[in-house]
């Protein structure tokens, strides 16, 4: 995104289970921002929203 000079207002995380079905959960930012750690932390919160995501532990990304 920053070398593109791209900002993001918004994160949509859309999350698909083994049976098909989606959670979908949209957050928008206070301003516009290509900071990694507001676009990292607004990513958690929706996956923390959307329930237990493979990836996710205790509000922080493993990997």
Do not use: F, I
């Not at 995104?1 to 928008?28: I, W």
Request: net charge positive; glycine share 8%; no cysteine.
């Amino acid at each position: 995104m920053r070398t593109d000079r791209q900002v993001a207002e918004g994160l949509t995380l859309t999350v698909t289970y083994v049976d098909r079905s989606h959670t979908t959960r949209t957050r928008s930012l206070a301003e516009a921002t290509a900071h990694t750690p507001a676009l990292a932390a607004t990513a958690r919160r929706n996956a923390a929203l959307a329930g237990s995501v493979s990836g996710v532990a205790d509000g922080a990304w493993v990997g």
